[in-house]
């Protein structure tokens, strides 16, 4: 299938690792023009110059004005954005117990007031141009909270229905926003995550990990290239009629529809 990415221009956020990087790498893979982006500037250009057409670009979202000036470098580097890619490291884990005001309101500010500033810079030449696919990589977690991940939880569930909102305003307009919601996908995230659980119970990672493994349908962890198609197709123009959705790519993990 041929998903109508060649020439279109991608942002993809925090893309210098995980699935922010499988994700630049998926959509490259189909002939867009991708601006690979992270606060290691060295690490962005280095792997966007593995890349048939591609910028790597050093920014750190959480500095005052960053979020408008990655836009206007991206604009002048590679031309108008047409695909917005949110991603971002997750806060540290924590418990809804242990959870106090100023833990929230950095969550807020990590994963969803970036991601907000974006959005606005980019809609408004994306509405007039007819096309837009804003895809946020989020988490299972707005679906089935995750113990343990309370910040994580709380922020990108916020973050999940500021999209929702925004997709009914501007679908008639030619502009897709859909989530992405990794499960348990082998990244040195999840990786973390499990060294984490195994410090907390007293086993060792491959405990943890292989206990993980046993709760999934699929038997396994999903790799990061299995995410990030999911990514690419969401944001090609075969898409153009899915929005205000969130798609799981979890192996059967989360029990609900």
Do not use: W
């Not at 690792?17 to 690979?36: C, D, N």
């Not at 997750?90 to 969550?107: F, M």
Request: proline letters at 5%; charged letters at 15%; a neutral charge.
């Amino acid at each position: 299938m041929d998903l109508g990415l060649a020439g279109r221009v991608a942002l993809v956020c925090a893309s210098t690792g995980g699935l922010g990087l499988a994700s630049a790498q998926a959509l490259a893979a189909e002939g867009a023009a991708v601006a690979v982006t992270g606060r290691r500037g060295e690490v962005a250009a280095g792997i966007a110059a593995g890349m048939e057409q591609a910028v790597g670009i050093g920014a750190d979202l959480l500095a005052p004005g960053a979020p408008d000036a990655l836009v206007d470098q991206v604009t002048a580097a590679l031309g108008p954005i047409d695909v917005l890619v949110l991603n971002g490291p997750g806060p540290a884990p924590g418990t809804a117990a242990d959870l106090d005001p100023q833990g929230l309101a950095a969550a807020v500010e990590r994963l969803v007031a970036p991601h907000v500033a974006l959005v606005r810079r980019v809609l408004p030449g994306m509405r007039e141009r007819g096309f837009g696919r804003i895809v946020a990589i989020g988490s299972s977690g707005i679906v089935s909270p995750l113990a343990h991940l309370v910040s994580s939880n709380a922020a990108r569930a916020a973050l999940a229905g500021y999209l929702k909102t925004l997709a009914g305003e501007v679908a008639a307009d030619g502009v897709t926003v859909n989530l992405a919601l990794p499960g348990r996908i082998a990244t040195e995230r999840v990786a973390g995550l499990d060294r984490q659980a195994a410090e907390r119970t007293g086993r060792d990672a491959a405990q943890v990990r292989a206990a993980a493994e046993a709760s999934i349908p699929a038997g396994r962890y999903g790799t990061p290239e299995e995410f990030g198609a999911l990514v690419a197709f969401l944001s090609s123009a075969r898409a153009s009629y899915v929005t205000g959705t969130a798609v799981r790519c979890d192996g059967g993990l989360v029990g609900s529809l």
